[in-house]
């Protein structure tokens, strides 16, 4: 952007740091080799997800931005990129999908739409229409989860850099779509600005993102605006120390977007002072050097993992210790507890089921209604075609109809998808807590899915004018292909907290309504050319369409009402269950003399004794990769 921004993304130095970095990878690939296998023989699952994260290989280190809402993260990669305005800005919260910049000798966009396998191709001005809610978005799209954004930056030819939307504020779903994008983190760069210390949100998530990504840089902006932001620094740094102390190591940049902004629009001595001033210089030389570490710093990612699953078993065997005390009271707390809390249980789960019968029953009333509306409509519009209509016109009549009952179906599905993700935050929320969440929206997923397969695709006439399908069929709830489409990233992460995830999940189990003409029946009852036939066909391929239509909103609200209800009704006898095993479980341990208690126990202390000297082994493996961070230097 600047001479000195020029200077910043200049190809860093290799000489004496590459056998460095070269010795910290094989430190960390050895470790992280070691760590799997050891995971493998006490926790198959926690092994197969460590691995996946030794499987993701970017071509270029990807670094995430990261922070709560309107602390300044597109503005800064902006300055990064020396590119105003490049990834949209503005005083609402902006950015809905997250956008990866890649580099790239000529600009482009691509837009990965959920339902959709292969990605929408795009313009650089189309970024601010299809990625936030500031411009206009095409009415046939679902809203795009991720664009990857090519550009001829000189940073980006050693790191890519991805722009998510605020975590916290008015939007909490963003915050999910954050951590999807942390996925594909190589390190995180953590935004906050000179307003104001780091809030407990920027905290909590920090700790849920950095699970499986070692490296944080933090960033602090707007340093031009906030003249007491040293002071703003120094409180970050002791929030960091008391609340999650594995950063205190952490490089802090103070920065300035604006100034760099300014900058770009200044010559000589006053660009260069501007330049300076920013800081944006100095976080991009920063960055290029973590790029040039980009296999040790993957490497070190795996390490990481490794040790949250170890620590993760640790705390386990640790609860699992306290089932054997030889306390005779434990049993019978744990039967009052397990009364108590089944009885509430039962309470919410008639009250939820009570919910999910009357919101279904209204909702299927209403897509009825819609349903008839939107016939009706079409009928009339194409009555009034045929009106008009030539040769060739009613010889196209069925591919028209197929067109126009597949858009129908569309917008039906949408509308379906958009009640179901309402109502199955509405239930599940009276009834899980967030731990719960995953598991059963897992059940869910399973058993809606399961339903769709079991469905035979129908001919709702012995002509075959009209065909209604679910998965495979010819529209989905998100769209063509939306399993396909989600299997990759969104669908794996389950309901997760939150109606905006739901709708991921859902959206992945295959729910819609598919609907299409799909049979030429117009040419085989040869009236081409014939109005007032064609015009007896709409109208039967239309009644149709109406009772199959009507028939599979039925049946889809019935299957969803019986499945959440079953959800329901197996989280309640699974929570006795639980009970069940540690009631009998303390009982044992009352019964069982001394001896057998003191085994059990030194067992589970061995193994809880092993799962921390495994966290030992890591932390002191991460340790020595702190080498690999950048170090600060002064603002201004």
Known sequence: MTDT?????????????????????????????????????????????????????????????????????????NALLGTPGLSPVDVRVATNAYLEFAHAEKSSVRAWIPGQNDPVVLSVGDLRNWATNLGTYPPDYDLPRRMLVGHDAALLKYVSLVDTPGTGGLEPDHAQIALEAVGRATCLLMVTDASSPMTKNELD???????????????????????????????????????????????????????????????????????????????????????????????????RAARTEFARLTTKATEDMKAYDPDPAKAKELKAEKKRVLETRQTENRQANLALQVETNRAKVEMTAQAREHLTALQEQLMKELEKADKAALEALPQRMDVALQALASRLSAELHHRFMLLADRVLRQVFTDDEMHQATSQIQT??????????????????????????????????????????????????????????????????????????????????????????????????????????????????????????????????????????????????????????????????????????????????????????SSHG
């Open 5 to 77: 921004a020029d200077k910043a993304t200049d190809k860093p130095k290799t000489g004496k740091n590459t056998e460095a970095i070269a010795g910290l990878k094989a430190l960390c690939s050895k470790a992280a080799g070691a760590a799997t296998a050891s995971l493998r023989s006490v926790d198959a699952q926690a092994a197969a997800e460590v691995s996946a994260v030794a499987s993701w290989q970017p071509e270029r280190p990807v670094t995430v931005v990261v922070g709560e809402t309107k602390r300044g993260k597109s503005s800064l990669v």
């Open 205 to 303: 998530f920090l700790a849920k993102a950095s699970t499986r990504v070692n490296f944080v840089i933090f960033v602090l902006t707007k340093t031009d605006t906030y003249p007491g932001w040293k002071e703003i620094l120094a409180e970050n740094r002791a929030l960091i120390e008391a609340h999650a102390p594995r950063f205190r190591h952490a490089p802090h940049f103070p920065v300035s977007s604006m100034l760099a902004e300014k900058a770009l629009a200044s010559s000589g001595e006053i660009r260069t002072a501007l330049a300076k001033e920013s800081g944006i210089g100095r976080l991009q030389r920063a960055l290029a050097k973590m790029g040039q570490a980009g296999g040790a710093l993957l490497s070190a990612n795996v390490v």
């Open 447 to 632: 058993g809606l899915r399961a339903a769709a397969l079991g469905r035979a695709t129908k001919d709702s006439n012995p002509d075959g004018a009209l065909m209604v399908a679910s998965v495979g069929g010819m529209a989905m709830m998100a769209g063509r292909g939306a399993i396909a489409g989600l299997s990759s990233g969104a669908a794996a992460v389950g309901l997760g907290v939150g109606a905006g995830v739901m709708s991921v999940a859902l959206s992945a189990t295959g729910i819609g309504l598919g609907l299409a003409a799909g049979a030429f029946l117009l040419s085989r009852r040869k009236i081409a050319g014939n109005r007032q036939a064609a015009k007896t066909w709409v109208r039967e391929v239309l009644t149709d369409a109406r009772a199959s239509l009507n028939e599979e909103i039925q049946l889809r609200f019935t299957e969803v009402q019986y499945i959440f209800s079953s959800t329901l009704d197996d989280a309640m006898r699974r929570r006795g269950k639980e009970y069940d095993s540690r009631i009998e479980a303390a009982e044992s341990a009352v019964a069982a003399d001394k001896a057998a208690r003191r085994k059990k126990q030194e067992s589970l202390k061995q193994r809880r004794d092993s799962m921390a000297q495994k966290v030992k082994q890591l932390d002191e493996v991460l340790a020595k990769t702190r080498g690999l961070l950048p170090k600060e």
